[in-house]
């Protein structure tokens, strides 16, 4: 088991923040965390790698990583690490990046054909495109096998295509190399389809902790159908009035009356829901 | 031309390739520190190295021959423990060379290195990695234009002084009359024409040297994929 328990003081743009996390992870879970981007996200994975310092204890399987003011070394925890801009080691091909983190060529063979990156082993990190950098950037975080696996936004920077592949790569090695793994993410969809467990936090604190579905699933009460979005605009036909509203990467009308128009302002986040009917699907295209 | 006497720019170059290698091995782990810490006292650290390029030559020299003369105690000490002169020869010309074209070692290499993508720094640490094999392994590799940059421009730099030259080491024959120093000398006794051959081959050295940096850094950043 993980066991996190931990204070720091983050400096903020407007004013400092306390980041002030108590959980508790078991053995091979697969933890999302979200949150507001200045949430404290990045920090708590950095502090758990080791990279940044904080008040408190962790102690990750049975070993104190973090005990008061000693803290265990970022080279001895034996972890492995995604970051958002990928960070390979651009002097080395993509073979030598895996190679520098363990002498295991069996291994880099296994993960580099896993992640179907085989033909592209004695290339420069230059010459791969964004989504094959970042897979790169697993594989290497797994040449230690290590038991803790940290993704800091591993998709943010990647097109849909590439972000379905990578999640189908980290779900079948974090089955096969058996990781505890924890990553930061803003995307519901990514929660959904890859997390057990999702930590929300806000302005340093846990506000939710649970399964994807109870803390993505928006819905209350009577409520069939229920999506979150943004207006983009309000305008005037006829003797009623279209709000436009943005939910993901869709765009929606809305109609208002009188009444309800001028009680929404552009730019407004709104709850887009329906009772009475139930909504239908079909197929695309 | 029988009357060309090499010696001068083989000193002058015996020279740079001396203080070169020198400051190379002390502007490393200082160059890497400044790129790295976060302590206070950086910004005093960065101005005591900057002040050679501000000071004039001769202030640099003033107070290296005050400090290494056989009247001080610094020079009387090597003079009466290991029997070494400090100024006017050779050891001088490395030691006052060395000073005065220490910025120019490091300003390249600190930057090269706070250039770096901290993360992938991290992600070497991560690997567990001691901060020297990050440092050999991947800082160093990852800022070569930076580092011929530094080499050569420290190089030339010290090729091309002469007011430190000068001061601390003299006009000695085979010693420590370099080609700067021996250009001026040949202006004073008017002989231009010896000027002239001496000045030209300097500036075609010196073009040749910085195209072929240039040159160097456009290829190598094509190659990685900047340009």
New interface residues.
Partial sequence: MIDINIEKTLQGSSKDMQLSINLQIQEQEFVAISGKSGSGKTTLLRVL?G?ESAKGTISVFGKRWLDGHHTLA????????V?Q?Y?????MSVEQNLL???QDKELARHLLELTELSSMAQR?P??LSGGQKQRVSLC?AL??RPKLLLMDEPFSALDPSMRLKLQHDILRLHKEFATTTLFVTHDPSEIYKLAQRVVVLEDGKMIQDGSPKDVLLKTKGSQKFSLQGEILEIYKADVIYVAVVAIGQQIVEVVLDGHEAQSFIVGQGVQVSTKAFAPTLSALG | MGGLDLEPFILSFKLAAVVTLILFLIALPVSWWLSQTKCRCKPFIEAIVSLPIVLPPSVIGFYILYTLSYNSPVGAFFEQTFGVKLVFNFTGLVIGSCFYSFPFMVQPLQSGFESLSKNMLEASYIAGKSKLQTLLKVALPNIKPALLTAVIVTFAHTVGEFGVVLMVGGSIPGETKVASVAIYEMVEIMDYSMAHIYSAIMLVLSFSVLLGVYIFNQRYNKRIGVM
Avoid: H
Avoid at chain 1, 74 to 81: E, H, L
Avoid at chain 1, 87 to 91: G, K, R
């Fill in positions: 790698a990279l970022v080279q001895k925890r034996q972890i492995g690490f970051f801009d960070a390979l080691f651009e002097n520098y983190v363990a420069l230059a010459r290497r040449m230690k």
